[in-house]
């Protein structure tokens, strides 16, 4: 197993270094073990969807309804988190996941405030509306419990390991986030809509950076567990009413799109303030 120490991380504000294993005690894992887990979760999570789909009565169109979201999200995902918290447990990383002593400088945290904004804007309010309190309920916990069971995995045990194999701190974002991607690629064998599966894992790619620059910014896991919850009761709430058909893809892609350019223009404005003010 490869324990290199830390490498340095663009980026991150003066003096904000960590030794590599505070707050970890436990068998560390190798990229390659991560990814077994990976396949490991996806077998549970997709397995419980395809299980539930073939049940009577189960809801086929979608999530579009209580019990759809109950049979194709809670019960599966719920499944999937019992198997990522034993992970944690078994590596005893609970103080590790969860928070990062490692913050990115300041300007970083406009990014969960542009992601909470772009939701805002995406919701469906008027479709979830239509289908009442109990389902938006419904959708709400399901997508948080995504939202957990996903950061803990990727965000949470995916960069202890990637670190520990000698990443450089941009890599261990980008690797776990191509990670994260493709294990959503997965949702083509479920539905068998490969060209969406593969438009899927460009679009989660590109979302998974940005929930791990939420960590960092915010330095708490459970910001980027909320970030992605909201993320994806924004996106889904588009879906939920048949009458009025969304595409997804496009519905994610513009949002995208449009967190990506207020980070860059942030970037810059912060950039040509900070040399305004150099002597």
Known sequence: MVTASTP???GAAPGSDRPEDAGSRGPRL??????????????LVQGAVLLLAAEPGADAHGLTSTDAILRQVVVPVGIGAAFVLGIVTYLRAWQTVFVEPRRLRAWVLAIPVVLLVTGLVVTDYSGLAGKGLTFTGALLVATLMVGFSEELLFRGVGVQVFRRSGCSEFRVGLWTSVVFGVAHGSNGLVTGEYGNALLQVVLTTGTGFVFYLVFRSTGALTAAMLAHGWWDFSVLSTQVDPARPTSMEFVAFGALAVILLAVLVLRRRVGRDQASTKP
């Open 30 to 43: 190798q990229v390659w073990q991560f990814l077994v887990l990976v396949v490991g979760y996806l077998v």
């Open 8 to 10: 340095g991380h663009a």
